[in-house]
């Protein structure tokens, strides 16, 4: 079923974009806010639409 395909497809790049954001989250609170910003960008740039990258602008924001 393409619509199960596309709901597991989004589902997994919401996890990826979650686990992701922790990492990043980790960064920053290290001070890495270099590192932190890379991986942010990538959130954003390559999960677009999942709730993690909308907290990962956020973050970015608040970097700048």
Not at 2 to 19: I, M, N, Q, S
Not at 32 to 46: F, G, M, P, S, T
């Amino acid at each position: 079923d393409p619509e199960r395909v596309k709901a597991l497809a989004a589902a997994e790049a919401a996890r990826e974009a979650k686990a992701k954001l922790n990492t990043a989250k980790g960064l920053l609170e290290a001070g890495r806010k270099d590192e932190a910003r890379k991986a942010l960008q990538a959130i954003v740039d390559q999960h677009p639409g999942t709730e993690g990258a909308e907290e990962a602008r956020k973050l970015l924001e608040g970097l700048r």
